[in-house]
């Protein structure tokens, strides 16, 4: 009963690194999200996607790309990290079928410095 | 887009209060969910609400689900130390952008004993 298994938990970049936060569920679920939640703040839609081969942007794409190339796997690569990309990045995933409830990972905090 | 605004942002109530939180959004929604997330946990699924007028309670927790399907609400009667967190709702995007998932800002809840 793993779930939604991010990897690393915790990160410090340089600015200008790149790195990938690593995401994987075994629950077989279509749909997977990334989201970034700051400080005290709510959760903001990087990309999501709805099954394998499929992703699209959502509110803060900028700086991030993602790829879905298997049902169970959704990597988020930073390519040129940015101070502004500190924050902590959760995964999720949920089942196709209309409204069901996401499965969030525990979260990776990352630090750009 | 689609946008779905919380308020309030933040709220403070002696233990024993209740607590409301109210979701606004843009469009009509098909249904509605709503998380909390613990202090330095991920969210975690409560409810869905998907028909217009619906009420659904959990113990002290009530989820409301406007007749329009453009608003919601989560009531907490008589708040415990344990209801502190983050609630918040999540909104499920039809029509080209199924599957994606809209969370609002949140609601920061602080219960003093």
């Known amino acids: 009963n793993a779930g939604v298994t991010q990897t690393p938990k915790f990160r410090i970049l340089k600015i200008g690194q790149s790195m990938t936060l690593q995401c994987t569920q075994d629950m077989n679920h279509n749909y997977m999200y990334w989201y970034r939640q700051d400080p005290g703040m709510g959760l903001k839609l990087i990309y999501y996607?709805?099954?394998?081969?499929?992703?699209d942007k959502g509110e803060v794409p900028n700086g991030y790309n993602v790829s879905r190339s298997t049902t169970e796997d959704f990597p988020l690569r930073l390519e040129l990290a940015a101070p502004s990309q500190t924050s902590v990045y959760f995964c999720?995933?949920?089942?196709?079928?209309?409204?069901?409830?996401?499965?969030f990972g525990q979260g990776t905090r990352l630090t750009v410095v | 887009g689609q946008q779905v605004m919380q308020i309030p942002q933040y709220q403070h109530v002696q233990e024993g209060e209740d607590f409301t939180t109210y979701c606004n959004s843009s469009t009509t929604l098909s249904n509605i969910q709503w998380y909390k997330q613990r202090p330095g946990g991920h969210p975690v699924f409560l409810i869905q609400?998907?028909?217009?007028?619906e009420v659904k309670k959990q113990k002290r927790l009530t989820f409301q689900f406007g007749e329009a399907k453009k608003n919601s609400s989560l009531h907490i009667t008589a708040t415990q130390t344990t209801d502190v967190g983050t609630y918040f709702c999540?909104?499920?995007?039809?029509?080209?952008?199924?599957?994606?998932?809209?969370f609002g800002q949140g609601t920061i809840l602080t219960v003093h004993p």
């Open positions: 609400l998907v028909k217009s007028g």
């Open positions: 999720a995933s949920r089942d196709r079928s209309h409204g069901t409830e996401a499965f």
């Open positions: 996607s709805v099954g394998a081969g499929i992703t």
């Open positions: 999540a909104a499920n995007a039809g029509g080209t952008s199924y599957g994606k998932l809209t």
